[in-house]
């Protein structure tokens, strides 16, 4: 949990790999956080390279979860919700991102060549 120069501290978290349909929470181990005064974000790890855009290693651009609803596709942003104890993330049916050579618009990437990480700064 390091510090950085304005005093804030930051916790991350393992890799988790996201699941289809499934919510994902952790419990961070932080005493006496008061989730008002933290902010929280995810990171999007690629750990086998896709699709030609992104290499073991890289994150993410823009990741998405994407809700498929009569074949229509709503794409909700990646935002974890914190408690004292747990930060938890739902991960709906498939996991999009932009691609680096292209503003198509965000883009369907196995789920298997990915990881999160949580951060939580307080």
């Known amino acids: 949990m390091p510090a950085n120069s304005s005093g804030t501290r930051i916790w991350v978290s393992g890799e ?5 349909s499934t919510p994902l929470v952790v419990n961070h181990g932080l005493v006496n956080i008061n989730p008002l005064h ?3 974000d995810v990171l999007v790890k690629c750990i086998v390279a896709e699709s ?3 290499r073991v290693g890289d994150f993410a651009i823009n990741p998405m979860t994407l ?3 009569n074949g229509v596709g709503h794409p909700y ?3 974890p919700a914190l408690t004292t104890s747990t930060i938890q993330l739902n991960m709906m049916h498939h996991l999009v991102a932009s691609f680096k050579t292209s503003t198509i618009g965000n883009q369907q ?3 298997s060549n990915w990881r999160f990480i949580f ?3 307080y």
């Open 67 to 69: 809700f498929m609803q």
């Open 52 to 54: 030609g855009e992104y």
């Open 119 to 121: 951060r939580i700064f």
């Open 109 to 111: 990437l196995n789920m």
């Open 38 to 40: 933290c902010r929280c």
């Open 16 to 20: 988790y790999p996201p699941v289809a």
């Open 77 to 79: 942003s990646l935002l």
